[in-house]
């Protein structure tokens, strides 16, 4: 009797598994992974616009590329609304692998953080806080380094099927947001946490 209810327990954890694809990311799910990375990448390259401008640059095939990708992302009408809701549409379908899934929230919550220095630099254009424009210039630059060091970052560690889920508070808010096993029945529907909560309670 006992080894048939684990037996049983073992095929519901596994039908679970198929609802909610926690597998090892195959060699195309880590290369599809990367991909949402090009939604913060394609709206982060206005703070590259001084380092990206200058004639060595511009001489860079991989400048030339993201040129080219980035005149084909404005071309799309509405283009960033639509990669937004894409990829929060996408990274709730649980048969989607997990690192893609992970990555398509962190992708949203890396472009989401950009929005801030953009925000703070309106401000202080409103109060008239006119800084050097060498000061200017750094910041921007300061600021698209370290989205290039994020995307590396994020890049790198999902070529080798590691999660990066080292980001400073954007990846603890990604973690909060992934579904997990507890959350579906053993039908695949999803339990409200209202539910999950009364069912420890008892």
Do not use: H, W
């Not at 990367?34 to 860079?60: C, H, K, Q, V, W």
């Not at 080219?68 to 989607?96: D, E, K, M, Q, W």
């Not at 750094?138 to 890049?155: E, M, P, R, W």
């Amino acid at each position: 009797q006992k080894a048939e209810e684990e037996e049983k327990q073992a095929a519901l954890a596994a039908a679970r598994l198929e609802i909610l694809n926690e597998k090892e990311p195959t060699t195309s799910d880590r290369f599809v992974s990367i991909l949402p990375y090009l939604f913060p990448l394609m709206d982060g390259l206005a703070y590259g616009r001084f380092l990206l401008s200058t004639e060595d640059a511009a001489a860079n095939p991989a400048v030339v590329f993201l040129a080219v990708l980035y005149g084909l992302y404005r071309a799309v009408p509405f283009s960033g609304f639509i990669a937004f809701f894409a990829l929060n549409f996408l990274a709730g379908t649980p048969s989607i692998n997990r690192l893609i899934r992970y990555n398509m929230q962190q992708a949203i919550f890396v472009d989401i953080a950009l929005f801030f220095p953009g925000l703070a630099g309106g401000l202080l254009g409103a109060l008239n806080l006119n800084f050097p424009t060498a000061i200017q210039e750094l910041s921007t630059d300061a600021i698209f380094v370290t989205l290039l060091a994020v995307l590396g970052y994020c890049t790198v560690s999902s070529l080798f099927g590691v999660t990066p889920d080292k980001l400073p508070l954007i990846s603890n808010s990604v973690n909060d947001r992934m579904p997990t096993i507890d959350m579906f029945d053993d039908s695949g529907s999803f339990i409200p946490r209202q539910l999950r909560q009364e069912e420890g309670d008892e």
